[in-house]
């Protein structure tokens, strides 16, 4: 039984980091007993962020490091081709390196929604803590875009990009059900957690809204969620 330590969940999701929700689908897809526990210091953990594993008593940060590390042994790509894997890596960094900071950018620092991710990631706490906590929190995740580029572009410019992002990746996908082969791949737990934070994250963002007019899209992150569970 391996410890999948990750923010609470949120907006009806299983996990509303995409890291997270990855790694539970790869856990699901490969068989792996895993337990979720709940937190809220990311701080504290070896590289600052979460999701967090411990297996074998040992704590492995960094959801790419925490699976590399399970499929040696369970090995869920293995029929994969290197032409595969590097069309999978490629669209995997497209989700998390470059879609992934529009999903922060919209949750966190766009005004027209920052009031529903803060009731909903904040909502439950004491009132002192309201004061304090959730505008300490925002001012972290817009230093973190900041220094990542991706805040320093005018918002239509970043709903513009990460539109164009989405367009890519349902004409790549185009009629198949998954995006490297007939199978769910550690990929396609990278891609269906970028894309359904987007889809079902409770944000109505110019993104969602794009998203919503693939319909290869849509389909896919249902295929996902019906193949993996989470
Ligand atoms: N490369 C890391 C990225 C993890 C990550 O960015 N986690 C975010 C939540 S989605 C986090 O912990 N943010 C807290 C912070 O930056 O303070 C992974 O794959 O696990």
Known sequence: MIELHQFPPA????????FAIK???????????YKNYYRVDSHKMPKGKL????????????????????????QLDKDLSPQDHAQGYLLQQLCEEQLYWSLVYSR???????????EEFFGKLPAILKLFV????????IKNCTSQGTARHNKQEIYAMA??????????????????????????????????NF????????????????????????????TCGV
Request: aromatic letters at 8%; hydrophobic letters at 40%; proline letters at 5%.
């Open 51 to 74: 999701p967090v594993a411990k297996i074998d008593n040992q704590l492995i940060p960094d959801s790419g490091l925490i699976i590399k590390k399970l499929e040696m042994k369970h």
């Open 108 to 118: 966190w620092i766009d005004d027209d929604f920052w009031p529903v991710s803060k």
């Open 134 to 141: 959730p505008n300490s929190m925002r001012k972290r995740a």
């Open 163 to 196: 539109n164009k992002s989405i367009d890519h990746l349902s004409a790549l996908l185009a009629d198949k059900t998954f995006f490297i082969s007939n199978k769910m791949t550690t990929y396609d737990c990278a891609i269906y957690g970028v894309l359904t």
């Open 199 to 226: 889809l079902n994250g409770g944000i109505q963002s110019p993104i969602k809204k794009h998203l919503e007019s693939h319909k290869n899209l849509v389909e896919y992150i249902t295929h996902c969620k019906n």
């Open 23 to 33: 790694l539970q689908a790869y856990c699901r897809l490969a068989n792996i007993e």
């Open 11 to 18: 907006f009806g999701l299983a996990n509303a980091s995409p």
